[in-house]
């Protein structure tokens, strides 16, 4: 995977999100896609094991998003209904690693969210492994870091 190739994947995969393309959103995943953003703890420093330690949202593998994608879309799920407007911007993607069939990537990220004639900024750095399955990209791996000190909202896959 070449850096124009990453670029595009993870472009598109913003631009889904922004355009509630949730099914779309789904299969940029892998099935065994773990999908985490650890929490700041008291001595601010993040968490670093989502099975003992608190997260923002942990999903073990795509199981979790889809469920999450399903609340969604179904109107099962009170803090996104109604759904915000969001746009995303990536920027300083960099590949750190290449391996046999992956790449590991980390780039930084600003979100506006616009919900009941309020807008609000959530923005980090985010870690992502991409592999490549058959002719597809896939994520394999993404944990984002969120540098915002206060929330006043619950954070969902969307704002990220």
């Not at 179904?74 to 993607?93: D, F, G, Q, V, Y």
Request: charged residues 30%.
């Amino acid at each position: 995977m070449d850096y124009q190739t990453v670029c595009t994947f993870l472009y598109r995969e913003a631009r889904y999100l922004d355009d509630r393309e949730w099914d779309a959103w789904l299969t940029c995943y892998a099935e065994e896609a773990e999908y985490w953003m650890p929490c700041w703890d008291d001595d601010d420093q993040l968490t670093e094991d989502p099975q003992s330690q608190v997260s923002l949202i942990y999903y073990a593998n795509r199981n979790g998003l889809e469920d999450r994608v399903f609340r969604i879309q179904t109107e099962r799920s009170s803090a996104s209904t109604p759904e915000p407007r969001t746009n995303h911007m990536l920027s300083n993607i960099e590949i750190l690693e290449a391996r046999d069939g992956e790449v590991d990537v980390r780039y930084n990220f600003h979100t506006l969210s616009h919900r009941y004639r309020s807008t609000d900024h959530y923005f980090g750095t985010i870690y992502v492994t991409l592999m490549k399955k058959d002719t597809d990209i896939k994520i394999k791996k993404k944990k984002i870091v969120l540098k915002n000190d206060y929330i006043r909202q619950v954070i969902d896959i969307y704002h990220i």
